[in-house]
C-alpha cells in the first residue's frame, strides 16, 4: 500500500520570506498523482497544487511551486512572499493512475504558521 | 465553494447512539468519497462510492456503513458511537473512474461529538 510521510508537524516562516515543506511517498507504481492541499482554520480542504507523475516540468501555481524528484520519491512544497492567509494545515497526498480506486492518500499534515 | 454539501456542519451525541451524515456531490460528479480527520491527524481514507456501487472500502469499522443514491447522493451511517469517533468526516466527490486530473473535490465536513 503507498504510503504519504510528512516530517515536519510545524514550520513558521516570516511574512513575505519563502518556506519550503517536505513530502515523501512510498510506492511501486510508475504512474501517479501528487498534491498539495491546504485546509485553513474554516477547515475547508483547498487544492493548492497538483503534479502528475509522468511529467518531468515541476508545477507552479503562482507563489507555490513544487520540487518532484520521482527517483526518491521526493514532493516538496515551496511557498515564495508568504502571505498571512497562507497559515493552515498542508497536507500532502497521493493518487495511483492504475485503474482501481480513485481516493487519495494524506500524510498527517504540516501545520504553518506565518509571522508578521 | 466546492460544489460538495455535507450537512449537519456539527453534531453533538452520546456514547451508544447512531448518526447519519449526508453529503450531496458536486453536479456532474459520480464518484463520491468519505473521509475521518480526528484531533491532529490525517484524512483517513474509509470508503468510496462510484455511481452507486461501493468501488473501494478503507479501515471503515463495522459500526459504519455507507450508500449512495440514485440521486447520487451519499449517506453515512455510524452507529453504537463510542468517544474515539469523534472527528470531522469530509465527503469528497470526482467525476469518476479514472478522472483525468485526479483531484477531490471536498465539502466543508461534518463535526462530530460523541460525550
Known amino acids: 500500500a503507498q504510503t504519504v510521510t510528512q516530517s515536519q508537524p510545524e514550520m513558521s516562516v516570516q511574512e513575505a520570506e519563502t518556506v519550503t515543506l517536505s513530502c515523501t511517498y512510498d510506492t511501486s507504481e510508475s504512474d501517479y498523482y501528487l498534491f498539495w492541499y491546504k485546509q485553513p482554520p474554516s477547515r475547508q480542504m483547498i487544492l493548492v497544487i497538483r503534479q502528475e507523475a509522468y511529467k518531468q516540468q515541476n508545477a507552479t501555481e503562482n507563489r507555490f511551486s513544487v520540487n518532484f524528484q520521482k527517483a526518491a520519491k521526493s514532493f516538496s512544497l515551496k511557498i515564495s512572499d508568504s502571505q498571512l492567509g497562507d497559515a493552515a494545515m498542508y497536507f500532502c497526498?497521493?493518487?495511483?493512475?492504475?485503474?482501481?480506486?480513485?481516493?487519495?492518500?494524506f500524510g498527517k499534515g504540516t501545520k504553518l504558521t506565518v509571522n508578521p | 465553494d466546492s460544489g460538495v454539501t455535507q450537512t449537519p456542519k456539527h453534531l453533538i451525541t452520546a456514547t451508544g447512539q447512531r448518526v447519519t451524515l449526508r453529503c450531496s456531490p458536486r453536479s456532474g460528479d459520480l464518484s463520491v468519497y468519505w473521509y475521518q480527520q480526528s484531533l491532529d491527524q490525517g484524512l483517513q481514507f474509509l470508503i468510496q462510492y462510484y455511481n452507486g456501487e461501493e468501488r473501494a472500502k478503507g479501515n471503515i469499522l463495522e459500526r459504519f456503513s455507507a450508500q449512495q443514491f440514485p440521486d447520487l447522493h451519499s449517506e453515512l451511517n455510524l452507529s453504537s458511537l463510542e468517544l474515539g469517533d469523534s472527528a470531522l468526516y469530509f465527503c469528497a466527490s470526482s467525476v469518476g473512474a479514472g478522472s483525468y486530473t485526479g483531484e477531490l473535490f471536498f465539502g466543508e465536513g461534518s463535526r462530530l461529538t460523541v460525550l
Open positions: 497526498a497521493y493518487r495511483s493512475a492504475q485503474g482501481g480506486s480513485e481516493k487519495l492518500v
